[in-house]
């Protein structure tokens, strides 16, 4: 299979992986309910984790390679391959937006004691996932480089399965939220009411916007929401004119309940902090672009022998998610309840501002470290070594500062999302807090093509070369082909 062509059906899977939450968190508010989700997309996953093992391990269904380490797949090959790799994606679109929220469903909203457990229930649950993060990072890499990538694969499908198991042992205990039916149908509802009504002026007295008498929200699986002031226009899909009720009962195109409209209004007022999380995940996303292409540049050199990938020092992001949360839980919590009165220290979105603050820092760090090494290979003309002597752990500081960013942003962001949300639209609101990845890496590719064509404009390309090593390289002229270089000082956006 040509390489171009298994990187690009790599990055459609990748890309399923960020579309499905929201295809699995609509099941799980509408039709399925989160416990079955998870149940049903976690066997999805097994299947195709499997399916991965086998195509690693069979010999009919394994590619065969020659002396020179090149290997030939067949179409059943690589159909196999990639369907396993599609399952696994669909099985984490049906994972993801469902497992924190059904995790925090488990605690009690009326009593107090639950919680303040509820919201270190999100720290714990984030920082598991960075302990699996770390193993599959580490261990994990390490089998599939030295035994073979059958165990590599294997031992996850193993544990996943495993996992499944004690997910179901559980079932007596858990407490599970009645469905609401489709939150998509039920916000178009408002939408097309109000558009309906736009020329209708809603009283002052707001008493009289339609409810249900009853105790019983009309949303199944959802709390009667209180009517609130702002986005005012959507009350027009409340207001109940004599037309709505001309053959008998309301139509729910026409005529919808505050409840539903104060649904719309949540999500509504989401959208300010979705983006926010879209510009953290555009810094976040450097990890694996510009820090791993900063410090090839760099001695990779561990010990006398030993190289170190630079792409392995994601490991310091995780391995300071896993150093800050218990901090955090632990004792940045009780230190800060004190001052502000607050039962978890810090209300969500302080949290997440002091989150997108530090990330600030991680970033300056970053570029000082950037402008150090800039200047080293200018003034010690370093244009002809492949990595420079300066020690690649120099990077170490802006991944822990951005790991310290990720256990105040990320959490608070996942915990604001839950407890914002509509009872309903938990799981969707969780999806759309998984969007911010994906958006946040298009917007970290954008800004690194407007940083490419500003800083380049005035340079000349030679043989597909950026020369920026003179102030103005256009005036030159070239050098002979077989006396080019590629300066080590090159841009590290391309």
């Not at 009593?111 to 960075?130: G, H, L, Q, R």
């Not at 699996?132 to 544990?159: D, K, M, R, Y």
């Not at 392995?312 to 391995?319: A, K, W």
């Not at 200047?375 to 020690?391: A, F, G, Q, T």
Request: hydrophobic share 45%; aromatic share 12%; with cysteine.
């Amino acid at each position: 299979m040509p390489v171009l062509t298994c990187l690009q059906e790599m990055n459609a899977a990748k890309g399923t992986c960020y579309v499905m939450p929201l295809l699995g968190a609509f099941l799980a508010d509408a039709y399925l309910g989160r416990y079955w989700t998870i149940a049903s997309f976690s066997i999805i996953y097994v299947f195709g984790m499997t399916l991965l093992t086998l195509s690693a391990s069979i010999h009919g269904l394994k590619p065969s390679c020659d002396r020179a380490n090149v290997c030939h797949t067949t179409g059943l090959q690589t159909s196999v391959f990639f369907l396993g790799l599609y399952l696994v994606a669909l099985g984490t679109g049906g994972i993801k937006p469902c497992v924190s929220s059904f995790g925090a469903d488990q605690f009690d909203d009326s009593d107090e004691d639950e919680k303040k457990k509820k919201s270190s229930f999100f720290n714990w649950f984030y920082f598991s996932i960075n302990i699996g993060a770390l193993i599959s990072a580490s261990v994990l890499v390490w089998i599939q480089t030295n035994v073979g990538w059958g165990w590599g694969f294997g031992i996850p499908a193993v544990a996943m399965a495993i996992a499944v198991v004690s997910f179901f042992s559980g079932t007596p205990l858990y407490r599970n939220q009645r469905l609401g039916g489709s939150p998509l149908t039920r916000m178009c509802q408002v939408l097309v009411a109000s558009f309906r009504k736009f020329r209708v002026e809603v009283p002052d007295d707001k008493s009289l916007l339609f409810e249900t008498a009853d105790h019983e929200s009309a949303v199944m699986g959802s709390r009667k929401l209180d009517h609130t002031d702002q986005l005012s226009f959507f009350d027009k899909a409340a207001f109940e004119t004599p037309s709505d009720r001309l053959k008998g009962s309301a139509n729910q195109w026409k005529l919808c309940t505050v409840t539903q409209v104060e649904e719309l209004k949540s999500i509504t007022r989401l959208l300010p902090v979705w983006a926010t999380g879209i510009i953290f995940s555009a810094v976040y996303s450097q990890i694996g672009t510009l820090f791993v292409l900063q410090g090839n540049t760099m001695d990779l050199r561990m010990g006398k022998s030993f190289e170190i990938p630079s792409a392995s020092l994601s490991l310091f992001d995780t391995i300071s998610v896993i150093f800050w949360v218990p901090i955090y839980d632990r004792a940045i919590v009780p230190f800060a309840r004190r001052f502000t009165g607050h039962k978890n220290g810090f209300t969500q979105l302080q949290r997440i501002a002091i989150g997108l603050v530090i990330s600030i820092f991680a970033m300056l760090v970053a570029g000082t470290l950037e402008l150090v090494r800039l200047r080293e290979v200018r003034k010690h003309n370093y244009y002809e070594l492949k990595h420079i002597p300066m020690s690649i752990f120099l990077q170490v500081p802006q991944y822990f500062i951005i790991g310290c960013a990720e256990v105040f942003t990320f959490i608070g962001q996942l915990e604001f999302f839950y407890e914002q949300a509509p009872d309903a639209m938990r799981s969707l609101c969780s999806a759309l807090s998984l969007t911010t990845a994906a958006l946040g890496n298009y917007l970290s590719t954008f800004l690194v093509n407007i940083v490419t064509d500003m800083s380049t404009r005035h340079a000349c390309l030679y043989t597909n070369t950026i020369s920026i090593t003179t102030p103005s390289p256009c005036l030159q002229q070239p050098e002979p082909k077989e006396k080019r270089r590629i300066p080590l000082e090159k841009s590290l956006s391309r």
